[in-house]
């Protein structure tokens, strides 16, 4: 079973910077779509928002209210997943989640992070 650990996020002031970062725990699978995902305070889980996404390959997916601010990496040799995050608002104040879609030898399958709370101070 894939686990992922993430690190990262804390509080900061509006127009500052923080990254986060994803590391998944093993190399045996296939990755579909690796990603963050957001949930602001007073949200469902289920009201996740995409925040950035790298789908089979290099290809790269924002959400419209992080496009320009926020960049997605994966390092490949570290097995782990970064998300970038400059010029921060106080609406960017949320849990952050990384979720991936992969699959082994037998079965597809999609895992989450423990999340990490990013606040930012206006």
């Known amino acids: 079973q894939v686990q992922l650990v993430q690190s990262g996020g804390g509080l900061v002031q509006a127009g500052g910077s923080l990254r986060l970062s994803c590391a998944a725990s093993?190399?045996?699978?296939?990755?579909?779509?690796w990603g963050w995902y957001r949930q602001p305070p007073g949200k469902e889980r289920e009201g996740r928002d995409l925040?950035?996404?790298?789908?089979?390959?290099?290809?790269?997916n924002y959400g419209d209210s992080v496009k320009g601010r926020f960049t997605i990496s994966r390092d490949n040799a570290k097995n782990t997943l970064y998300l970038q995050m400059d010029s921060l608002k106080p609406e960017d104040t949320a849990v952050y989640y990384c979720n991936l879609l992969g699959a082994d030898a037998v079965r597809s399958f999609t895992v989450w992070g423990q999340g990490s709370q990013v606040t930012v101070s206006s």
């Open positions: 925040v950035a996404e790298i789908i089979t390959g290099e290809d790269t």
């Open positions: 093993s190399r045996d699978f296939r990755t579909k779509v």
